[in-house]
């Protein structure tokens, strides 16, 4: 099943983005650009999330969302597993602890589960929120810079371990890392003034080997760069 956001934004009377469309099919879309391009807006008016900016136009999105913020979001007064947990406790629906645990432990927290989120490091505490969103199993998953807290090892083992778990969902995810865009998008899109551009992707099935795409990330570090 597609979803997609297809209009204009204004923010206070300028136009953010003009005659976008953003159509979101099974597999990974990835969206890179400028810091304040409006990039976080279209996530969150996908999600049904308050913006400071007008739109217009028309959104396409399920009744579930995966949704992993910028901020981690985590409820402090809960434990680590509560925090998994929250999304089916939230919905009524019965609590798959065995589930929780085990999303926790291939996150690499296994042990913690009893903690509180302010005894961990931010890396960790990102991890925690990767858990918890891939815990809902929705049709979409939106995911603002989900990896931008992890040391690179970590950040590659939750790539791949968020491409797997995802497979067949329809994902859209902001980054600001030209390679983690080409190494995870089946498609990727740069948002500059207001317009979306295509960027073209190697072959290949993702998550895609870092050494095959080191040519295409310097010329797309470039394009962020002028
Ligand atoms: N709560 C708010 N009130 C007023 N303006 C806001 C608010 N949130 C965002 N904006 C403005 O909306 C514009 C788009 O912001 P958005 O967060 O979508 O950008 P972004 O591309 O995700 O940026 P970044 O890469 O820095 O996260 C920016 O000019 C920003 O200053």
Do not use: Y
Not at 49 to 62: M, Q, W
Not at 128 to 149: G, N, Y
Not at 164 to 174: E, K
Not at 218 to 225: D, G, I, N, Q, V
Request: charged content about 20%.
């Amino acid at each position: 099943m597609a979803f997609g956001i297809e209009g204009s934004a204004t923010l206070a009377g300028r136009p953010l983005f003009r005659d976008l469309d953003l159509q979101l099919a099974p597999g990974w879309t990835c969206l890179l650009g400028p810091s304040g391009a409006g990039k976080s807006t279209i996530l969150r008016l996908l999600a049904g999330l308050p913006t400071a900016a007008r739109f217009e136009g028309r959104i396409s999105a399920p009744p579930r969302i995966a949704w992993m913020a910028q901020q981690d979001l985590l409820q402090e007064r809960a434990n680590l597993l509560g925090n998994v947990l929250i999304g089916q406790r939230l919905s009524g629906a019965p609590l798959d602890e065995g589930r929780a645990r085990a999303l926790l432990a291939a996150v690499g927290l296994e042990g913690l589960e009893a903690r509180r989120p302010a005894s961990l490091s931010g890396g960790q505490r990102q991890r925690v929120a990767l858990a918890r969103a891939l815990m809902e199993e929705a049709p979409l998953a939106l995911l603002d810079e989900p990896f931008s807290a992890l040391d690179p090892a970590t950040r590659r083992r939750m790539q791949d371990l968020a491409c797997a778990r995802l497979a067949g969902t329809a994902v859209l995810m902001v980054t600001h890392d030209p390679l983690e865009a080409l190494r995870l998008g089946d498609r990727v899109w740069l948002l500059e003034e207001g317009r979306l551009r295509p960027v073209s992707l190697p072959d290949g099935p993702v998550p895609r080997p870092l050494p095959a795409l080191a040519a295409e990330a310097e010329a797309l570090m470039a394009r962020l760069a002028a």
